[in-house]
T-cell receptor, first 109, second 113 residues
Framework: GQNIDQPTEMTATEGAIVQINCTYQ??????LFWYQQHAGEAPTFLSY??LDGLEEKGRFSSFLSRSKGYSYLLLKELQMKDSASYLC??????????WGAGTKLIIKP | DADVTQTPRNRITKTGKRIMLECSQT?????MYWYRQDPGLGLRLIYY???????NKGEISDGYSVSRQAQAKFSLSLESAIPNQTALYFC????????????FGEGSRLTVL
């Protein structure tokens, strides 16, 4: 079966750095995506990786290793507004998105 | 105004009732999707449509039906609602097959008593 694993919850301190991991087993691979979802709101797109390596976008970076079935989302200089759930999703060989359950990130002052 | 609009935003209904959730979009995208989100689970695909004449079942289509009335409109129906269909429902659009960048509506919270 297809599976996306990510931690259920993480806690970090304002101004610090946090890394949210995602491992996957899917039927084929056509890209890995990270979304941010604030409580009670819709998910919004953060990043896309299809080749191995690091993609940087401001305070957020996303890393992919296809051979290990592994990605992480790195958030720097954490702000209170970064408190949200972060969803990892993989596009399989049929171009369908398979979603992880999400990681709830709690930022403390 | 939001690019992807869902109505109603909240609905409480009783078992056995017919419910329709509506979605409209101004992004001009051909591809539209209906997902449900439950606590502790990932988003699960109910139905998707690549154009007005193309509708496909997703992972959990049983108990649901859809209608693509126009490029901009995609409705989800629960013919006879049951309590385990209580969930947060999202409509989403995308520009093409290769992009996993979805644009979501604000969600419709459905409670079936």
């Amino acid at each position: 079966g297809q599976n996306i694993d990510q931690p259920t919850e993480m806690t970090a301190t304002e101004g610090a750095i946090v890394q949210i991991n995602c491992t996957y087993q899917t039927s084929g691979f056509n890209g890995l995506f990270w979304y941010q979802q604030h409580a009670g709101e819709a998910p919004t797109f953060l990043s896309y990786n299809v080749l191995d390596g690091l993609e940087e976008k401001g305070r957020f970076s996303s890393f992919l290793s296809r051979s290990k079935g592994y990605s992480y989302l790195l958030l720097k200089e954490l702000q209170m507004k970064d408190s949200a759930s972060y969803l990892c999703a993989v596009m399989d060989s049929n171009y369908q998105l398979i979603w992880g359950a999400g990681t709830k990130l709690i930022i403390k002052p | 105004d939001a690019d992807v609009t869902q109505t109603p935003r909240n609905r409480i209904t009783k078992t056995g009732k017919r419910i329709m959730l509506e979605c409209s979009q101004t992004k001009g995208h051909d591809r539209m999707y209906w997902y449900r989100q439950d606590p502790g689970l990932g988003l699960r695909l109910i139905y998707y449509s690549f154009d007005v004449k193309d509708i496909n079942k997703g992972e959990i289509s049983d108990g649901y039906s859809v209608s693509r009335q126009a490029q901009a409109k995609f409705s989800l129906s629960l013919e006879s609602a049951i309590p385990n269909q209580t969930a947060l429902y999202f409509c989403a659009t995308s520009a093409n097959r290769d992009t996993g960048e979805l644009f979501f509506g604000e969600g419709s919270r459905l409670t079936v008593l």
